[in-house]
């Protein structure tokens, strides 16, 4: 994996670049379209290529995992030929999903004893098992299994978590080094910066993180509740410390709004699923503000869903429309709201480039925030 | 609506032609996907064209008019332009449905009364409503309203019903011919024979909806789960009276094999949610077989989903894949499957067409049914 800095905004901690992987470029900075199951719900991969254009998506080992197996994808030739998708692929390392999702979870030095979500099965993560089944499932970056704590957190809990994080790491380290890529592609490993909102251990875990000059870095354990303030606080002392030559990735960040503001703290990649999720759920997101396609205003608007938008969707249906689809819990609700939030986050992320490129990011930013973030 | 037969089969009934309306030519016999509430369901509209290739949807009037309402639709310009479809749409008439989802229904002379199944608001429907009810909602082709009897049926009961639908009938017509389209565009109007599986109330309906001289005829009240020869007995019984040179349409018919024999006796329309619904639950229909994805035996199949199939999906997805949606219950599983199984029914019906009009026909059906009735 290769990283190049092409632009340094002057205003900004922001920067634009790219990533050079073995499945393709990424330019960055990026939004990470979240594919948990070996699919972005509600999209078909050549709507994912074509339409909104993502050059690289994520997978959740933990859920994979569970199903359909890592076995399965391995005989399959790995996740990229599995699900059809031949540009690259970030998978994390499940810590997110055992302390999310699973049941019965059981933190031990070796690793995580958890309970799957769907049938209570019993199973363990390492620092090391993590490491081979993210080889087995071929993703272009692999992360480091951490622990995520929720928020609020003591600051004790944080900082015992955040040393375990730490000593994870160096296992997992270790064993990505002793191994090799199963695939034949090269096969990129990043470490993840806990430490919840705790300055003095942030600064430890981002330090130690940067001292091993890994090929990315990543900070995890943000936007879990905490204030905006906060996580806004954390990701700036990390990105000062984090190596400015290397990818910095925000992992589940987050609105566009956070992704402006982190963006111009030199993050730069992020995956979130929000445009997903809430996308599912009747949020749209546009260049105009938010809207919440339940509301009645909406219920005989028959304007094209979004003029501005670079999707089919957004010129082929109306707001009155979608407003029934989603109302109404059809599937094609999901299908249209979930592919015009991902079309609008990639190209608000090719603006921030553009006005990184351009030198007008700081002040463009600053407009374009309010509008975001506006309801309309 | 114009109808013009291009080909009559020698060694069966079928028949090769096509149905002319307004909003495009329908070649038949065809098969008509369900866009229950203005969706069919998984599948976008652009799909439905240019991938399905269908030629004419159908719209369920007791889903429209209970969401978004009859009046959205209206403010809009029609169900074409509300959901932008712009080929021919056919709508029932909401009968089929009040009898089989609808809450504390009362038949009275006058009508139906039924309580919503999503609210249970209290609701009207009679055969002159019904009427305008399609006109605003701007069908090509309205349906009358009719009582669909369940199976069993006690044969005084299948008698009463017949003869209620046939009262109904007339006063549906007499609505039809006083009004006039609400879109400037022709608005057919179907009328339904019923009589439930006895011989004798079958052809009375028959015979008083043949004198009728509608621009077209349907037969309604099959496959309600009597067996699939008493089905294909009524079905003969009516098509030997239904005038030969009006489309004859068979509501809600069927897996492929019905079709063949149907199409075989004269049908000229189906309409059925086996492929849509059937396909939503891991049932795939190819030209080798039927696939029940969910079976442990594709497990590790990586081969293409069809191998025959025409749409992208059948090449850009593995049956492994497909079987981790369904059973992951993934939305992208439902949009896979539906669009193929459609796929493979607009690509049949263009095949029955074919061989009609290459005269092997007859051959063709005895080889064909046995291929796509096995499970593979």
């Known amino acids: 994996m290769k990283f190049e800095i092409l632009k340094q905004d002057k205003a900004t901690g922001a920067r634009a670049g790219r990533i050079i992987t073995d499945h393709g470029e990424i330019e960055t900075p990026i939004f990470i379209p979240v594919g948990t199951a070996g699919t972005v719900k509600a999209v078909h991969q050549k709507e994912l290529e074509n339409d909104v254009k993502a050059r690289i998506i994520l997978g959740n080992t933990y859920h994979l995992f569970l199903r359909p197996g890592i076995d399965i994808i391995y005989k399959s030739g790995g996740l990229h030929k599995f699900m059809n998708w031949n540009k690259p692929i970030i998978t994390d390392s499940g810590g997110y999903q055992i302390f999310s999702l699973a049941g019965n979870r059981k933190l031990k030095e070796e690793g995580a004893y958890f309970n799957s979500h769907i049938d ?29 704590t929720p928020y609020p957190c003591d600051y004790n809990d944080a900082r015992d978590s955040m040393e375990l994080t730490g000593r994870w790491l160096g296992k997992g380290i270790k064993r990505y080094k002793e191994t090799v890529p199963v695939y034949g592609y090269d096969q990129a490993f990043f470490p993840i910066v806990q430490g919840s909102v705790y300055r003095d251990l942030r600064i430890r875990s981002a330090e130690a993180v940067a001292s091993l000059d890994l090929e990315g870095n990543a900070i995890g354990g943000l936007s879990v509740g905490e204030p905006v303030d906060k996580m806004y606080e954390m990701t700036e002392i990390v990105t000062g410390i984090l190596p400015v030559s290397k990818p910095r990735y925000l992992m589940g960040v987050g609105t566009p709004a956070n992704i402006l503001e982190s963006a111009a703290m030199g993050i730069d990649m992020f995956d979130c699923v929000i445009p997903t999720r809430n996308g599912r759920n009747g949020m749209l997101f546009t260049a105009e503000g938010i809207i919440n396609i339940k509301n009645l205003k909406w219920k005989s608007d028959f304007s094209v869903l979004d003029e501005n938008g670079t999707s089919f969707v957004d010129k082929q249906y109306s707001k009155a429309y979608l407003r029934h689809l989603i109302v109404s819990q059809e599937i094609l609700g999901a299908q249209i709201a979930t592919l015009h939030n991902l079309c609008f986050y990639l190209w608000l992320m090719k603006e921030i480039r553009n006005k990184i490129y351009e030198g007008s990011f700081s002040r463009w930013k600053s407009i374009t925030i309010k509008k975001i973030s506006s309801r309309l």
Request: glycine letters at 6%.
């Open 120 to 148: 209570g099965s019993k199973h363990f993560f390492s620092p090391e098992s993590t490491v081979d089944i993210q080889r087995k499932l071929g993703a272009d970056i692999m992360m480091a299994l951490d622990e995520c």
